[in-house]
């Protein structure tokens, strides 16, 4: 959760802290409306937050446990909709739109998939210096960006030379320098020298350390569960 230390609190622990925050500031929290992307990790955050993490939910799909969690969930959202950006009378199409609402001062208070970028952002003075980071006591769902090669490529070694180059140390070093792209490696596998240099990268202010970000990372659900939140929600909430 990022936000704007000089207009909330902007250090909310749990999923509790963050909707009793946006109910003290009105207005000044938002999420994208599912399946965008974030909006949709912002939901099933919310929806662990809720559920005492994801654990119940491991594996197949199981609508007897599903619909009594989501159900808790939706009575939650809705609670929470009065004290939204516009009153949860509409949600931002997209995490672009977020952003730009954060930017603009509207709203001080977002969610992202990409907290290394947003030193980059505060850098550039298109978020405020004041810009800081909390990590719920839910944690954090984790994922990485993928690559594939398909199966009708024409040219299939130069795509793996190219997959090796993109995740060989020294290209995943240069990522975290100039953009704060977090590396989709496991550091503790490198060697010392390259630990090291990981390690020496100076982040923002605004972003948390790498170790703890990654310290409570959670699964994704299984595609059913997402697929089923992101349609449930649109029904229970958005409509509502």
Not at 18 to 40: C, E, I, M, N, R
Not at 93 to 118: C, H, I, M, R
Not at 177 to 182: A, D, E, I, R, V
């Amino acid at each position: 959760v990022y936000g704007n230390a000089k207009r909330t609190a902007a250090d909310a622990k749990s999923g509790t802290q963050l909707f009793a925050g946006a109910k003290v500031h009105p207005g000044q929290f938002t999420y994208p409306a599912p399946p965008d992307f974030t909006g949709s990790m912002a939901v099933r955050t919310f929806f662990y937050d809720t559920n005492g993490g994801p654990a119940d939910f491991a594996g197949a799909f199981d609508a007897a446990k599903y619909t009594p969690a989501a159900q808790k969930l939706w009575d939650r959202l809705n609670a929470l909709k009065p004290s939204l950006y516009k009153k949860g009378a509409t949600f931002p199409a997209g995490q672009p739109d977020v952003e730009k609402l954060y930017a603009n001062g509207e709203v001080a208070e977002f969610l992202t998939y990409a907290p290394g970028s947003v030193g980059d952002q505060v850098k550039k003075a298109v978020y405020p210096k004041t810009t800081r980071e909390a990590v719920l006591d839910v944690g954090n769902i984790s994922n990485y960006n993928f690559l594939s090669i398909p199966i009708n490529s024409p040219h299939k070694a130069a795509a793996q030379v190219l997959q090796n180059v993109l995740l060989d140390p020294d290209t995943q070093l240069e990522f975290y320098k100039l953009s704060g792209t977090f590396p989709a490696l496991d550091l503790t596998k490198l060697s010392a020298e390259q630990q090291a240099a990981f390690a020496a990268v100076s982040t923002s202010e605004s972003v948390l350390p790498l170790k703890d970000l990654s310290a409570h990372a959670q699964p994704e659900l299984t595609s059913k569960y997402v697929t089923s939140i992101e349609k449930d929600w649109k029904t229970n909430v958005l409509q509502k």
